[in-house]
């Protein structure tokens, strides 16, 4: 989370983290700016738009847990969130897709904040999958843990 100030030492933001930062902060006030009419209709599109704008290899697993999410959980709205696609409840987000390639890492990541329903009498669960392909068991996986989320 430190980039090099070009002395050696490390302090502040990473260039990815500002452009994610400012990516939110522009999501925030188109929001703002819809008001409550259109928003539900212009989130759909939004994350569209960004899942059709990603590499070949993120699209096709953005794609498809879109179609997860908005099939088994139809009372989540999708959303972009840090420029990701993300889903939801009441405006605040239950779950989020990250593209590996925008992130420069070698897998996407499907994550679940606070406001998804896992917690368990184990004190223990996880909060995100990395997401390379999606086998019939992984898009199972995702199914149960969307269902869950919402429960």
């Known amino acids: 989370m430190s980039a ?30 819809r008001g409550r009419g259109g928003k539900a209709a212009a989130g759909e599109l939004d994350v569209l738009t960004k899942i059709a704008e990603m590499e070949a290899p993120d699209r096709a697993a953005a794609e498809r847990i879109h179609a997860i999410v908005t099939a088994n ?51 223990l669960w996880p909060t995100s999958y990395a997401v390379t392909e999606l086998s019939a068991e992984a898009e199972k996986t995702i199914t149960s843990l969307i269902k869950k989320a919402v429960s």
């Open 73 to 123: 959980a139809p009372e989540l709205s999708p959303k972009l969130w840090y420029g990701q696609p993300a889903y939801a409840r009441k405006g605040k987000v239950v779950c989020f897709f990250r593209s590996g390639h925008a992130d420069k890492e070698r897998y996407s990541t499907l994550g679940f904040t606070p406001e998804a329903d896992f917690d368990d009498d184990s004190g």
């Open 4 to 33: 090099d100030s070009g002395d050696g030492s490390t302090s502040g933001f990473s260039e990815q983290e500002r452009a994610a930062m400012k990516e939110r902060a522009a999501e925030l006030k188109k929001e703002a700016a």
